[in-house]
């Protein structure tokens, strides 16, 4: 069972529309965050997020963290071809530095 | 970027082999992890340490064992490789409790015939 619950697992779209990812979990977490990878790489670190509400905005991305900290939305305005890979939401499970990942959403923006 | 190298990139092994992965950092962090990349899973955690000689184990640790002799080093070793053990392995760094914002290294390829 996944601590991190992430949806969709696929998500292919033309360039230009607009998408959600969805992180969920029973547990409440001091913080979450959001990576993405691309293939060969290892994942890098799109954001943080500590406070119960709290939006956060990266150029074309908004990332959000649910009210009671038991979830994370990922949202991508006007997709990109350059948008596309996996992506990846992590959180200290039980607050002792053991982080953990969701099973990761593949995107494909095609042109 | 952050000073983190895996070795070796790639290997091939044999079934019933012990193998030896490395990370080595250079950015003094705390904390230093081993992740196992399948399709569909995500990133599972393997084994973690949060000081030298400080490891626990993650979700999926049985047929790993790991070991921090210094601060800048965390060996992951499989003590008798198994066909189940082929993945891409990834070994993640971080400054500890109050900020978990990790750091990747390349990924090791690991085959196991």
């Known amino acids: 069972t996944q601590l991190l619950e992430q949806s969709p697992q696929f998500l292919s779209i033309q360039e230009g529309e607009n998408l959600t990812v969805y992180c969920n979990s029973s547990?409440?977490?001091?913080?979450l965050q959001w990576y993405r990878q691309e293939p060969g790489e290892g994942p890098v670190l799109l954001v943080t997020?500590?406070?119960?509400?709290e939006v956060k905005k990266l150029k074309r991305l908004t990332f959000q963290f649910g009210d009671a900290r038991k979830d994370s939305s990922l949202h991508i305005t006007a997709a990109q071809p350059g948008d596309t890979g996996l992506y990846l939401c992590?959180?200290?499970?039980?607050?002792?530095?053991?982080?953990?990942f969701g099973q990761g959403t593949t995107l494909q923006v095609k042109p | 970027d952050a000073g983190i190298t895996q070795s070796p990139r790639h290997k091939v092994t044999e079934t019933g082999t012990p193998v030896t992965l490395r990370c080595h950092q250079t950015?003094?962090?705390?904390?230093m992890y081993w992740y196992r990349q399948d399709p569909g899973h995500g990133l599972r955690l393997i084994h973690y340490?949060?000081?030298?000689?400080?490891?626990d184990k993650g979700e999926v640790s049985d047929g790993y064992s790991v070991s921090r002799s210094k601060t800048e080093d965390f060996l992951l070793t499989l003590e008798s490789a198994t066909s189940s053990q082929t993945s891409v392995y990834f070994c993640?760094?971080?400054?500890?409790?109050?900020?978990?914002?990790?750091?990747f290294g390349q990924g090791t390829r690991l085959t196991v015939v």
């Open positions: 993640a760094i971080s400054k500890g409790t109050e900020n978990t914002e990790a750091f």
């Open positions: 547990s409440v977490f001091s913080s």
């Open positions: 997020v500590v406070t119960g509400g």
């Open positions: 992590a959180g200290d499970q039980s607050n002792t530095g053991k982080l953990i």
């Open positions: 950015e003094n962090h705390r904390y």
């Open positions: 340490s949060y000081g030298v000689k400080d490891t």
